[in-house]
């Protein structure tokens, strides 16, 4: 099975919708602390612990990352190249690397709500692609 071109552009604009609407908390230290909270609170009603506070110099890194994932999913939006869906992929694989690292280290359930659709997006981003005819 392989996707057509047009196929694979949808994907890619849905995975860059589908990132910035989980992302865009992380982008400001004001609603990263919001998301803080809930993602604690969901962990808690998984059977998780509450997570730990961040300090000032968590956040920072939380916001950059949630303001350079912002950026490449408007990007991916408004441009759903292949070749950004390649890399996005490749990105998506190595974040899911980190995240079953950390699920293993730690061994919290929220990590799940991540991992699963990151590394599902990672694979159709890597799905063959028809060449036109």
Same mark, same amino acid.
Request: net charge positive.
């Given at each position: 099975?392989?996707?057509?071109?047009?196929?694979?552009? #949808?994907?890619?604009?849905?995975?860059?919708?589908?990132?910035?609407?989980?992302?865009?908390?992380?982008?400001?230290?004001?609603?990263?602390?919001?998301?803080?909270?809930?993602?604690?609170?969901?962990?808690?009603?998984?059977?998780?612990?509450?997570?730990?506070?961040?300090?000032?110099?968590?956040?920072?890194?939380?916001?950059?990352?949630?303001?350079?994932?912002?950026?490449?999913?408007?990007?991916?939006?408004?441009?759903?190249?292949?070749?950004?869906? #390649?890399?996005?992929?490749? @990105?998506?694989?190595?974040?899911?690397?980190?995240?079953?690292?950390?699920?293993?280290?730690?061994?919290?359930?929220?990590?799940?709500?991540?991992?699963?659709?990151?590394?599902?997006?990672?694979?159709?981003?890597?799905?063959?692609?028809?060449?036109? @005819?």
């Amino acid at each position: 099975m392989q996707f057509s071109a047009l196929t694979f552009r #949808r994907i890619v604009r849905a995975s860059g919708v589908y990132d910035l609407l989980v992302t865009a908390p992380f982008a400001t230290p004001w609603t990263f602390a919001l998301a803080h909270s809930q993602l604690s609170a969901i962990n808690q009603a998984l059977g998780g612990a509450a997570l730990p506070a961040f300090a000032p110099f968590h956040v920072l890194f939380a916001c950059l990352l949630g303001s350079v994932v912002l950026v490449w999913s408007v990007l991916r939006i408004a441009d759903p190249q292949q070749r950004f869906g #390649r890399y996005d992929g490749a @990105a998506r694989m190595l974040f899911g690397t980190w995240m079953m690292w950390a699920l293993n280290a730690t061994g919290e359930p929220l990590l799940w709500l991540f991992i699963v659709p990151e590394l599902a997006w990672g694979v159709v981003q890597w799905w063959p692609v028809r060449k036109p @005819a």
